[in-house]
């Protein structure tokens, strides 16, 4: 009999104080609880982290690798979005 | 990302080969991009990638076996507490192999029912037994050495969620190559039966660790288009001479004698190692080695014993979820 699957979750880890939660990889569990134990025992082993978050892969819409163009080109033709596009008199110093 | 569940839903023409897209995936694989699972790639460098990260992922459990047997039997309570740390760490590595494998579309309880099947490999190295302590100590020291000369150059590889598993598990894995080589220190300076015990544990092992890299390049079937892909950096070849030159020093240090008469430096210092006998390795790798039986059968029955756990857990998360909705529509 084929094993049946058990729900996939994306694990993200808070390694220091003050940083960002980050993606570290993903897990099987069947609920939340065991999901965070798993990640304890498969990602933190080695102090790693100070927190942790698993979310169902299920919950997480991606943008589609296919689009991308259509995404983020509209960003790259904006120069006047960044603080180099302006000239500031050298006199005036660091701004 | 390693997610499977992040892979948009499949296309038609996921398992076609198109020369069009195969040109341009080329293209990016020259350029030293990084593929994800949601990129378009031709059909053969899916049925590759999850063909090899499926095996290594078996590889990593079942590899947790020869060692394990020795967990109960570890001389003092530290090395007890080293080696059951590092069985933890196989089995984690394991994981993060299936993870990265099923990005690319098979579930990890499609990809274990093959092994148990008997349909997918592992390494074969993992087939001969552990009839001594020191051959804990020549595990880590060798097959993990081995293990990392082979793992590095995957950092690398053109697949991202094999790479990004492969950073992770070289970070780890150079505690067990320590300890393993500090078990065999411990040995040589110890009395006489300590070190021909030593001695026995590299005899048996030297040869089938050299067949750790694979079929030597001339007759290696997979090894063409795996380099085009960036899959493969190295030749089976080049890097058994990288392992074999990184560890006669080791052996020289510890005083063992490596079990090849015809071994001898050339003129550029590489250590040049004598025929291997790849009847051997076609034999274990058809199932005919000391262990497969063994090994298989022990996977199979820890398979069987674990049902009930997952049944149990998943029926409790049935449970909870169905009671959450009612609890909502009240």
């Given at each position: 009999m084929a094993t049946p699957n058990t729900p996939l979750w994306e694990v993200f880890i808070r390694s220091r104080n003050g940083l960002a939660h980050k993606h570290v990889g993903s897990l099987h569990a069947s609920d939340a609880t065991m999901a965070l134990q798993a990640a304890r025992d498969i990602?933190?082993?080695?102090?790693?982290?100070?927190?942790?978050?698993?979310?169902?892969?299920?919950?997480?819409?991606?943008?589609?690798p296919a689009e991308k163009g259509m995404m983020f080109e509209p960003?790259?033709?904006?120069?006047?979005?960044?603080?180099?596009?302006?000239?500031?008199?050298?006199?005036?110093?660091?701004? | 990302m390693y997610t499977q569940a992040l892979n948009?839903?499949?296309?038609?023409?996921?398992?076609?080969?198109?020369?069009?897209?195969?040109?341009?995936?080329?293209?990016r694989i020259d350029a030293e991009e990084r593929i994800e699972p949601n990129d378009w790639m031709p059909a053969?460098?899916?049925?590759?990638?999850?063909?090899?990260?499926?095996?290594?992922?078996?590889?990593?459990i079942v590899g947790m076996l020869p060692e394990g047997n020795w967990i109960t039997r570890a001389p003092t309570l530290r090395r007890k507490a080293a080696l059951l740390a590092k069985v933890q760490d196989e089995c984690g590595h394991g994981l993060y192999l299936y993870a990265a494998a099923e990005t690319l579309g098979s579930s990890r309880e499609e990809l274990v029912d093959a092994m148990l099947a008997g349909k997918a490999k592992y390494s074969s190295i993992f087939n001969y037994p552990t009839l001594t302590w020191a051959?804990?100590?020549t595990i880590g020291w060798l097959v993990d050495g081995a293990a990392i000369m082979n793992q590095i150059p995957l950092c690398r590889c053109s697949y991202g969620p094999y790479a990004r598993a492969m950073i992770r598990v070289c970070k780890e894995e150079s505690f067990h190559q320590r300890q393993g080589y500090e078990i065999m220190v411990t040995l040589c300076r110890g009395s006489e039966e300590q070190k021909a015990m030593a001695q026995d544990a590299l005899n048996r092992w030297w040869w089938p660790v050299l067949m750790m890299f694979g079929p030597p390049d001339a007759t290696s079937q997979h090894s063409d288009t795996s380099t085009k892909w960036k899959i493969?950096?190295?030749?089976?070849?080049?890097?058994?001479?990288?392992?074999?030159?990184?560890?006669?020093?080791?052996?020289?240090?510890?005083?063992?004698?490596?079990p090849d008469p015809g071994m001898a430096q050339d003129a550029d210092g590489h250590w040049r190692y004598s025929e291997i006998d790849w009847?051997?390795?076609?034999?274990v790798l058809a199932g005919n080695g000391p262990c497969n039986r063994d090994r298989m059968a022990a996977r199979r029955k820890a398979h069987e014993e674990g049902a009930w756990v997952r049944e149990a857990a998943a029926s409790y998360a049935a449970k909870r979820a169905q009671r959450q909705t009612a609890q909502a529509a009240e």
């Open positions: 990602y933190t082993r080695r102090g790693e982290g100070l927190s942790i978050w698993v979310v169902p892969s299920s919950t997480i819409t991606a943008s589609d960003a790259e033709s904006k120069i006047y979005r960044h603080p180099t596009f302006y000239e500031v008199p050298e006199e005036v110093g660091h701004m | 948009t839903a499949e296309t038609a023409d996921r398992d076609l080969e198109d020369a069009g897209k195969a040109a341009q995936f080329q293209a053969a460098y899916r049925k590759t990638l999850t063909r090899q990260i499926s095996q290594h992922a078996h590889s990593e051959d804990i100590g493969k950096r190295f030749s089976n070849d080049e890097l058994r001479q990288k392992f074999v030159d990184a560890t006669v020093p080791q052996a020289q240090y510890l005083g063992l004698t490596i009847t051997e390795f076609k034999q």
